[in-house]
């Protein structure tokens, strides 16, 4: 992946450099075309035909830096990962580094991992504007990976509509007040791959994720 990386980068800074070399003898020969086209002779105006052979050449080679440029963007989407190369991931199941997750079918999954046994824990399920919507504490206190599904009902216990994103953050401490360290992840299987804003987007179950978030793969 270095090779090709380093291949990309400097692929792009030989296009740039042609691009401004192309950029500075097109100005350099409009600025002599001007200058000959004042000063020239009236009975022996200059040969149209060969200036125009020189317009088209230089626009040819503007038009093929262009399409090298389009080229390598295509190829370096697909290197990061892009839609086509990502596909494979459909049907499978999908862990990713994510605390946020969609209110489908009046739930909402995460899992959450302690590295440590904890004395005690707090879940906070908060809205899309970071408003905590819902807390309560963790059932589950060893260290490692344990499941968390919340009901979709907020403090008031209203049930919030589906189609909300909603994420999950945990607070914990173990036996002597000292804080333990988590982490928030969203899994399921992946049932679509699209890009949006130039990201490549993976949705797990009903909750869309950057590709470069998950962190595990496996065949149902």
């Known amino acids: 992946m270095t090779d090709v990386t380093s291949a990309t980068s400097t692929t792009s800074t030989n296009i740039a450099a042609g691009q401004k070399s192309l950029n500075t003898t097109y100005t350099e020969f409009l600025t ?15 040969d149209t035909n060969a200036f125009t052979q020189q317009l ?17 963007q295509i190829a370096g989407q697909t290197q990061d990962g892009g839609v086509a190369s990502s596909v494979g991931l459909i049907g499978k199941t999908a862990t990713a580094a994510s605390s946020n997750a969609v209110l489908s079918g009046g739930s909402a999954q995460w899992s959450y991992n302690l590295a440590a046994d904890a004395g005690s824990a707090t879940l906070t399920v908060s809205d899309s504007s970071g408003k905590a919507v819902w807390s309560g504490p963790a059932s589950a206190l060893t260290a490692g990976d344990h499941g968390f599904s919340w009901n979709g009902k907020d403090f008031s216990g209203a049930q919030r509509a589906d189609g909300g ?33 130039g990201q490549t987007q993976v949705k797990i179950g009903p909750t869309p994720v950057p590709l470069s978030t998950i962190t595990s793969v496996t065949s149902q």
């Not at 002599?32 to 200059?46: A, Y």
């Open 32 to 46: 002599l075309l001007t200058t000959q086209l004042k000063n020239q002779d009236p009975s022996q105006p200059l």
């Open 56 to 72: 088209v050449s230089m626009t040819g080679v503007q038009q093929q830096l262009l399409s090298n440029q389009l080229l390598q």
């Open 165 to 197: 994103t909603y994420t999950l953050s945990v607070t914990a401490s173990d036996a002597a007040g000292q804080a333990v360290t988590s982490a928030v992840s969203v899994s399921g299987v992946v049932g679509s791959v699209s890009q949006a804003n």
